[in-house]
């Protein structure tokens, strides 16, 4: 929320006073973190985190995937470096 704009002061108030509209989860893998169920959020909320980082379920049912994939740097080195039409560059 911090990232989306939200003052992170704002934040450590709404979880030590136990605001209602904020509902805080402990991070399971690191306890310095803090998590906010995404499903309590005011719809203003959602619409800043959809705004900053795009449709959460989407990024959730992609996760999967993307912890398998494995950079090939060499590739993308190749590809970096590949010119065509007089010097011009993939994107």
């Not at 169920?37 to 959460?56: A, R």
């Amino acid at each position: 929320m911090v990232a989306c704009g939200i003052n992170e002061l704002y934040l450590r108030k709404a979880k030590s006073s136990g605001t209602k509209c904020w509902s805080f989860i402990n991070d399971p893998s690191d306890r310095r973190k803090v998590l906010i169920n995404y499903e309590s959020l005011k719809d203003q909320y959602k619409k800043m985190v959809i705004s900053k980082f795009g449709n959460p379920y989407e990024y959730m049912a992609k996760e999967p995937i993307r912890k398998m994939v494995k950079p090939d740097f060499k590739a993308e080195d190749h590809f970096r470096s590949y010119r065509f039409d007089n010097d011009k560059s993939l994107s």
